[in-house]
């Protein structure tokens, strides 16, 4: 009787680089690409001078009429770019601390990036009144906010250190380091004149509104150093999937690996945060969702990247189009990420 061995995906190889041929995958991506392209075409078109589809995508491509072309790349184009730079940004970090801790809640929300980020934000603009305010909100805030990201994702990592970062461990260090830094962010607005407490709800909220160009190249100018880098390392993380032992038996350095990629999600977390504020949820949510559309056991960094890009952008047009008024786009994807947690809890409570 001849043993029936199991079919393996086809493996192709591009001189020294070689890889699963997954055609779901790539078919996935392919659409959830045409999608989000899609969805930001229209979210561009929409507002009190409406343009319609077909001059969007004949403008973009440089064939468009004058007026159509100011009102598109001058007052619309940076909050739309803004929405897919920060939602690239959040489902690729999502999706490395996901894998990384191999548990589907870890997400730069729960882990306490985001919340580290807000409260040096919010201890920034508060104790720069008056003048300052501008220069801070346009300067300082951004920078802040990236620098209390990298330290707070930084502190939880050597806290969850012993011999190795567990990731059952990782959770509960975050989940204690988040609920500090909102209790510190929360005295701050108590203690804070009026107008300043004003000023830093109105960025604790997630917002896409008054983007500026300058925004948007720092914030694409470091996801795209960032994201070279992943690609750059994720080859070696692969093998990390079946176990330390087994990674270091095919000869990857699993803690230096493991290190860098963190880092590059705490950096693509604070990215985020400091062009749009602490959007909750996407980071969560995307790529739990890419990897149910692609059918892969842990998530894929590319289509979770296109995922919460797509999530957000149709979210930002949700709280503009859909509603009575016009809301911050935190606020719709709180309303989405919130039951899905609760899914992901039930789901996790029944295994």
């Known amino acids: 009787m001849t043993e029936v061995k199991p079919s393996l995906p086809p493996g192709v190889r591009l001189g020294r680089v070689s890889f699963v041929w997954r055609p779901w995958l790539l078919c996935v991506t392919l659409l959830l690409a045409a999608a ?4 930001f075409c229209v979210s561009i078109g929409v507002g009190d001078f409406p343009i319609g589809l077909p001059q969007v995508i004949a403008t973009l491509f440089g064939r468009g009429e004058q007026v159509d072309e100011f009102v598109i790349m001058d007052l619309r184009m940076p909050r739309a770019l803004a929405g897919l730079v920060v939602g690239v940004a959040l489902g690729v970090s999502g999706a490395l601390t996901q894998s990384i801790a191999r548990n589907p809640l870890a997400s730069p929300d729960v ?15 508060t104790v720069s ?24 994702g930084l502190l939880v990592y050597f806290l969850a250190w012993r011999r ?16 500090v830094m909102e209790a510190i962010t929360t ?26 160009w300058g925004e948007v190249r720092t914030a694409l100018g470091c996801g795209i150093v960032l994201l070279a880098v992943v690609s750059c390392v994720a080859f070696q993380f692969r093998p990390m999937h079946f176990g330390d032992e087994v990674a270091a038996g095919l000869g990857v350095r699993y803690a230096r690996v493991r290190a860098v990629l963190l880092l590059c999600a705490v950096l693509l977390a604070g990215v985020a945060v ?6 909750p949820f996407v980071a969560l949510v995307a790529p739990q969702v890419a990897m149910r559309l692609a059918r892969c056991p842990t998530p894929p960094m590319v289509a979770s ?4 890009a797509l999530l957000l952008t149709g979210s930002d047009l949700v ?15 709180a309303a989405i990420g919130g039951p899905f947690l609760v899914f992901l809890l039930v789901r996790a409570n029944l295994r």
């Open 187 to 212: 005295w701050l607005l108590v203690t804070a004149d009026i107008r300043d407490v004003a000023r830093a709800q109105a960025w604790l909220v997630g917002s896409l509104e008054d983007r500026s």
């Open 111 to 125: 882990l306490g990036i985001t919340s580290g980020a807000s409260a040096v934000a919010v201890f920034l603009v």
């Open 36 to 39: 989000t392209f899609l969805v």
């Open 319 to 333: 709280a503009r189009t859909a509603l009575p008024v016009s809301l911050p786009v935190g606020v719709v994807t």
């Open 164 to 179: 190795g970062v567990d990731g059952f461990r990782l959770i509960l260090i975050g989940i204690s380091v988040s609920a």
């Open 274 to 279: 400091s062009a749009a504020g602490p959007v």
């Open 129 to 152: 009144g008056g003048a300052a305010a501008a220069i801070v909100s346009s300067v300082g805030l951004p920078a802040a906010a990236l620098a209390g990201g990298l330290g707070t």
């Open 305 to 308: 990247g296109l995922t919460g």
